[in-house]
């Protein structure tokens, strides 16, 4: 049996979001576009080079995607018994793996903090390692 380390807790880096109601429709305002996460300048121009920017631009425009997790998101989530977790290290070089365990292994703790069991596994630490130097995860 492998021994549980303490729990690891992956904030979601999202952009904050402010929802207004008006005359009973909703109208997001965000500092960007939650898409710019993944939309980079360079995707963008990408985009537009091959046909599909204005597509994206007007999601953009209705204020992107969610920022945080949805009810339906956690029953996805508490449903799952695996996932791909990566990290990357200071200068960008990527690693993946694989993390597992029964159904809701991964547990929602608020909207915008997912915290699941770390195992110690082959205690290579790559992804503790890449962390304490670069926050930035992705499951």
């Not at 109208?27 to 597509?55: C, H, N, W, Y």
């Not at 699941?116 to 290579?124: R, T």
Request: zero cysteines.
């Amino acid at each position: 049996m492998q021994k549980i380390t303490p729990i690891l807790t992956i904030i979601m880096n999202f952009y904050r979001t402010i929802s207004r109601f008006n005359d009973n429709k909703a109208e997001m305002m965000t500092e960007r576009p939650t898409s710019d996460i993944a939309f980079t300048d360079a995707v963008k121009s990408a985009q537009q080079r091959l046909g599909s920017r204005d597509m994206f631009a007007r999601l953009e425009q209705q204020g992107g995607w969610h920022a945080s997790i949805t009810d339906e998101l956690a029953s996805f989530i508490a449903a799952r018994d695996s996932l791909y977790f990566a990290t990357a290290s200071a200068d960008g070089q990527p690693y993946v793996q694989h993390r597992g365990g029964p159904k809701g292994f991964v547990k929602v703790l608020d909207p915008h903090t997912l915290a699941f069991a770390d195992y110690s596994g082959n205690q290579q630490y790559l992804s503790v390692g890449n962390l304490s130097e670069n926050e930035k995860a992705f499951l």
